[in-house]
């Protein structure tokens, strides 16, 4: 018989850590069943019932997965992230959109066989937005979900495609077959800000400027930053995004009119992120040395986000603004982190 678990993709990265340990806080009990191209630490090995060093292209890997697991609930965060798609659009393109079709598939064949919905969650991206110039951004303020959606880059375009393979498979999939499943993928992502951790560092991520200023800061080492003091982004702590994807799995499907949803919690300019780093380690130093190719990926993202539908549908809902975020998670944890 199958053992029933819950598959982690990517699950060494900075989401993945988040989750592995609130997941097992939550349920002791539970079969985590987690693969990266990279292994996990002790710490997190411990706490699953499988961990896999492997490529999710790698299609016999998932189909010895699906041979021995009855997956409720895949949560597939390996993802190359916005710079290295960037530079590397090819391989973004393959991991991103190929990567995820293969775990949608591996997802559509668990609900055939057991009968069962398959949840599917999916970190999507404000990266999925494109606006024309900062002026443009700074002017439609919260942007909804269904505006403004002319990504610019390899990461934001695979982003969008995924969402809508994600509304494909749970709506429409082979929806001209004469006998149609009981049983679907239920697919539900989020559009997450910037997000930031304490406990790790960002790894290439093009809204990683605020994450790294710190980190760097309290190292004591000078950073030079890639966007102008200006710059304008909607962030989130990693506490609050790993709450969300809970929340979201949790929620009853007739709740939900959507695939994908906003969520916010602060938006701040760089200039922001700076002055309250420097409260709390009063040696950093910042170079604001914009690097123009790469800030204007940042203009073309939105400066905040409306998440009224994520609020009203599923109860999202915040637990760090800014002020918070730094007080109570960033500075404490960071500062432990380094020894200072
Ligand atoms: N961190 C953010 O600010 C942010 C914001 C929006 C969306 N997201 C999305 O959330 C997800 C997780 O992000 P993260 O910040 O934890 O990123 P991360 O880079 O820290 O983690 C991604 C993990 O995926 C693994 N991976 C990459 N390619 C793989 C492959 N072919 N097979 C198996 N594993 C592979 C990497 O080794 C890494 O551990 C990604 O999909 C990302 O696009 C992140």
Redesign the pocket.
């Known amino acids: 018989m199958s053992t029933k678990a819950v598959l982690i993709?990517?699950?060494?990265?900075?989401?993945?850590h988040g989750l592995v340990s609130r997941l097992t806080e939550k349920n002791p009990e539970i079969n985590i069943v987690a693969?990266?191209?990279?292994p996990l630490s002790k710490t997190l090995q411990d706490q699953c019932h499988e961990v896999i060093v492997?490529?999710?292209?790698d299609s016999s890997l998932l189909d010895r997965l699906a041979a021995f697991y009855d997956f409720e609930t895949i949560y597939h965060?390996?993802?190359?992230?916005s710079t290295k798609a960037e530079r590397e659009p090819v391989l973004g393109h393959r991991?991103n959109v190929d990567?995820t079709l293969g775990l949608l598939e591996l997802a559509a064949r668990q609900a055939r066989a057991t009968g069962e919905n398959v949840k599917f969650l999916f970190?999507?991206?404000?990266a999925a937005y494109g606006l024309p110039n900062v002026a443009v951004k700074m002017k439609a303020g919260k942007v909804k979900e269904n505006e403004w959606l002319d990504a610019r880059t390899m990461?934001g375009i695979n982003?969008k495609y995924c969402e809508d393979l994600g509304r494909y498979y749970n709506w429409y999939y082979r929806q001209l077959d004469p006998q149609q499943t009981t049983a679907h993928v239920d697919f539900r992502g989020i559009r997450?800000?910037?997000?930031i951790s304490a406990v790790?560092l960002?790894?290439?991520?093009t809204?990683d400027y605020g994450p790294e200023m710190m980190h760097y800061a309290a190292q004591g080492k000078v950073y030079d930053c890639f966007v102008p003091e200006s710059a304008t982004l909607p962030f989130m702590v990693m506490p609050d995004a790993i709450n969300a994807l809970l929340k979201l799995e949790a929620t009853p499907a007739k709740n939900l009119t959507q695939v994908v949803y906003n969520i916010g919690a602060f938006s701040v300019s760089a200039k922001d992120f700076y002055d309250v780093i420097k409260k709390a380690f009063p040696s950093a130093h910042v170079n604001f040395k914009p690097d123009v190719l790469r800030q204007k990926i940042v203009d073309s993202w939105p400066a905040d986000v409306d998440d009224s539908l994520a609020r009203k549908e599923w109860g999202w809902s915040h637990e760090f603004d800014f002020k918070r975020a730094f007080d109570e998670y960033l500075i404490p944890a960071v500062k432990n982190r380094y020894g200072k």
């Open positions: 993709t990517g699950a060494n990265g900075e989401i993945g693969i990266d191209v990279h492997g490529d999710i292209m965060l390996a993802a190359i992230l991991i990567g970190p999507s991206s404000i990461y982003k997450f800000p910037g997000l790790t960002p790894t290439g991520g809204s």
